[in-house]
């Protein structure tokens, strides 16, 4: 069994209270997290600013960047205890940490050390009336100390994604991970020592939501911004918090996303690509689908090569190379998936396949497990569609026109992404012009280039990270006007 600490300033500290994180997988205790105070939080934020000012403030761009580097290339010499890490606290099988959320991890900060190096400033020359003009330029500053709350669906890829661009931008950090996934963030904190980061220029505080850790970074008055990664009513809740002190915000927020496949489309890749979509990682991807749309004539074939598919998707525990499902984060989001399950039933759904717990070997029999499921059959306005439910599930809803799928796509609170299946290029420009999501993707999903824009319209979220996107978060653009 673990111990977790907080990371203040460099060292790993406790104050006294604990909770217990437990194994997905068998619901054992895995570790005792230390549970920061609002004392702790009061040093941490401290902690950051002194960092701020001081040590992080001196180091010359290109040494930071440098450093940056030096993160990631550590981050991928204990690629293994990383791995290690994320399976543990989520469940995830070990060869989508290794393949996928690890290396992202690692990438995210190579990729905006490079970025930063790489931005221009604007200069505007303009005429004044004694003819001598002026000069407009503009600087980027850091906006301060960032307070980054985060989910435990994808912990360590998620939470470098803020971190690494709060960094490089020259700002300093107070990480709040989730209660559910606390072992990256303490992880980060031995690289970020061991690479030299200043001390206090990253800082890791544990603990819940409300009356908790989370509430004590986005209430505190010393945190400059707070980026979120998680559930619309939370970020609704830290929106609030942020409007105290007119403080900038970003919110990644969650999704029902719709995949939506064309007749036309190369049916193989639509079925693999659909399986990742709707079920990697135990569906608990905010990008995932859970509204499928297939074009009449494909419908049935769809439908029974998806659930073959799901059928096939081998359930277990991490680091058997032959699972393709781990369970679900906790009992508490396995009850909440399994309500949906039984509200689908109620509400006249047919259970194309799944619908309940899967067959597991006795010594995983305690852990948090739920069946790949397929419906059909259900009316646009069923909760089932309308709600996100964050589990492998997904309802498939055949259509018959463009103008149809468009307006069904569209019918939702959410705008994270969006998903195309077509061999028609004219329809692809169209469709993807037309759907009311920030992310869309033609015959592929989840193919991210870093540079790119990230972050969802209507309740999925407010800003775009990503790329040079990042820079309008994490810094203060400052014009500077020069009378000639
Ligand atoms: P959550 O909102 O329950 O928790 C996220 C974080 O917020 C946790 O660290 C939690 O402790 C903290 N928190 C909760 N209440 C708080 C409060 N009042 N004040 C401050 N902090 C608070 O989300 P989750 O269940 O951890 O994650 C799943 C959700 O995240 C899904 O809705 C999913 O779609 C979304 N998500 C979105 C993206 C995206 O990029 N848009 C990516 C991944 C996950």
């Given amino acids: 069994m673990k111990t977790i600490r907080n990371f203040i300033a460099g060292e790993f500290v406790s104050s006294g209270a604990t ?46 960047s440098e450093l940056l580097y030096a993160v990631a290339n550590e981050m991928t010499r204990r690629f293994d205890d990383f791995v290690e890490a994320e399976t ?78 709060a960094l490089a931008c020259g700002n300093t950090v107070v990480v709040k991970p989730s209660e559910e996934s ?136 991490p680091f058997d190379a032959s699972v393709a499902m781990g369970p679900m984060i906790s009992h508490e989001q396995r009850n909440k998936v399994l309500s949906y399950y039984k509200k689908a039933v109620e509400a006249g759904a047919t259970v194309v396949t799944g619908g309940g717990v899967p067959t597991v070997s006795p010594e995983l029999a305690s852990g948090a497990w739920v069946q790949p499921t397929i419906w059909t059959g259900l009316p646009e306005n069923a909760s089932i569609l309308r709600e996100e439910i964050f589990g492998p599930c997904c309802h498939i809803t ?9 307006a069904l796509a569209n019918d939702t609170t959410y705008g994270l992404s969006a998903t195309l299946w077509t061999s028609n290029l004219s329809r692809a420009h169209r469709m993807a012009g037309a759907l009311e999501a920030g992310i869309i993707w033609v015959n592929s999903w989840f193919l991210r280039d870093l540079r790119t824009a990230f972050g969802g319209m209507k309740q999925s979220g407010i800003g775009r990270e990503g790329g040079v996107h990042s820079l309008e978060f994490y810094t203060e653009l400052k014009n500077i006007c020069i009378k000639l």
């Avoid at 230390?34 to 040590?55: H, I, N, P, Q, Y």
């Avoid at 819940?208 to 008055?221: L, N």
């Avoid at 979509?277 to 074009?295: A, I």
């Avoid at 055949?398 to 468009?406: H, I, N, R, S």
């Fill in 19 to 64: 909770f217990e994180k437990r194994s997905p997988v068998n619901n054992e205790v895995i570790s005792t997290v230390a549970e920061a105070s609002r004392e702790d939080v009061d040093k941490a934020v401290a902690s950051a600013r002194t960092a701020l000012r001081g040590s992080w403030a001196k180091i010359p761009l290109a040494d930071r």
């Fill in 88 to 165: 543990a606290d989520t469940g995830m099988p070990a060869s989508v940490a290794r393949h996928a959320f690890v290396p992202r991890g690692a990438a995210n900060f190579k990729i905006f050390a490079d970025m930063v190096k790489n931005v221009p400033t604007e200069t505007y020359e303009m005429a004044t009336p004694d003819g001598k003009g002026a000069l407009n330029y503009s600087v980027r500053r850091p906006v301060g100390v960032v307070g980054v709350i985060c989910p435990w669906n994808a912990p360590l890829l998620l939470m470098t994604w803020k971190v690494a661009p």
């Fill in 182 to 317: 606390p072992q990256s963030a303490a992880l980060l904190g031995e690289v970020m020592n061991t690479v030299g980061i200043p001390k206090g220029v990253y800082n890791v505080v544990n603990g819940f939501g409300p009356g908790s850790a989370g509430e004590f970074v986005t209430t505190h008055p010393g945190v400059n911004a707070i980026t979120f990664t998680g559930e619309t009513r939370t970020g609704a809740e830290i929106s609030k918090a942020a409007a105290v002190g007119a403080r900038p915000v970003s919110l990644e927020m969650g999704g029902k996303n719709a995949g939506i496949i064309f007749a036309d489309c190369d049916f193989d890749a639509a079925i693999e690509g659909t399986l990742r979509s709707s079920f990697v990682n135990t569906g608990q991807v905010c990008l995932g689908t859970e509204r499928l749309y297939v074009e009449r004539p494909l419908f049935e074939r769809f439908v029974s090569a998806l659930k073959a598919g799901a059928e096939n998707m081998k359930i277990g525990a």
């Fill in 398 to 406: 055949p259509f018959d026109t463009e103008e149809e799928v468009l």
